[in-house]
T-cell receptor, first 110, second 116 residues
Framework: SQKIEQNSEALNIQEGKTATLTCNYTNYSPAYLQWYRQDPGRGPVFLLLIRENEKEKRKERLKVTFDTTLKQSLFHITASQPADSATYLCAPLRDDKIIFGKGTRLHILP | ETGVTQTPRHLVMGMTNKKSLKCEQHLGHNAMYWYKQSAKKPLELMFVYNFKEQTENNSVPSRFSPECPNSSHLFLHLHTLQPEDSALYLC???????????????FGPGTRLTVL
């Protein structure tokens, strides 16, 4: 069955450092992959989309990579800030099927 | 109101009650979705409506009954629920169906449901 794994349940990063979150998928060939941010008590908010023919996508301090050979996407936040603390969800998609990962809780320590 | 709104934000119901969750999107989108988010579990897609027509039902029990009277409103009717149905229920919308244009989804704040 199709499976999405995000590296760890929680990740602690010192303020100013780069946070790297991992999303691995198996038995699935997504055409693209989305990343969302979710704060406690709120719905997810879209951050970035990357297509299978794109290696890398950037938006301000955010960078996403997509390696279809490794079946993996990496999500980077550079110069991290305490306000970046949240849960980050990856969501691979093909056709009309979207599957969300459990998410990684990121804590940026001041 | 802007974006996607959901009411109520919190709901406590007994197993024999009947209640409804409401979602409204003010974005002019053509696709709407219901998701369930339980603790320690990923978001689970329940139902998909494209242009008011249901196109997806991911093996959801019949005690959950969706209704989409128009492209801006989506309801989830609940009856004879079980305690394990307690979760955060999220509504989302996108400009076009997922397969058409790989649009981002806009989520509402969710309804926190507790079944006693």
């Amino acid at each position: 069955s199709q499976k999405i794994e995000q590296n760890s349940e929680a990740l602690n990063i010192q303020e100013g450092k780069t946070a790297t979150l991992t999303c691995n998928y198996t038995n699935y060939s997504p055409a693209y992959l989305q990343w969302y941010r979710q704060d406690p008590g709120r719905g997810p908010v879209f951050l970035l989309l990357i297509r299978e023919n794109e290696k890398e996508k950037r938006k301000e301090r955010l960078k996403v990579t997509f390696d279809t050979t490794l079946k993996q996407s990496l999500f980077h936040i550079t110069a991290s800030q305490p306000a970046d603390s949240a849960t980050y969800l990856c969501a691979p998609l093909r056709d009309d099927k979207i599957i969300f990962g459990k998410g990684t809780r990121l804590h940026i320590l001041p | 109101e802007t974006g996607v709104t959901q009411t109520p934000r919190h709901l406590v119901m007994g197993m024999t009650n009947k209640k409804s969750l409401k979602c409204e999107q003010h974005l002019g989108h053509n696709a709407m979705y219901w998701y369930k988010q339980s603790a320690k579990k990923p978001l689970e897609l329940m139902f998909v409506y494209n242009f008011k027509e249901q196109t997806e039902n991911n093996s959801v029990p019949s005690r959950f009954s969706p209704e989409c009277p128009n492209s801006s409103h989506l309801f989830l009717h609940l009856h004879t629920l079980q305690p394990e149905d307690s979760a955060l229920y999220l509504c989302a919308s996108s400009q076009d169906p997922l397969a058409a244009n790989y649009n981002e989804q806009f989520f509402g704040p969710g309804t926190r449901l507790t079944v006693l």
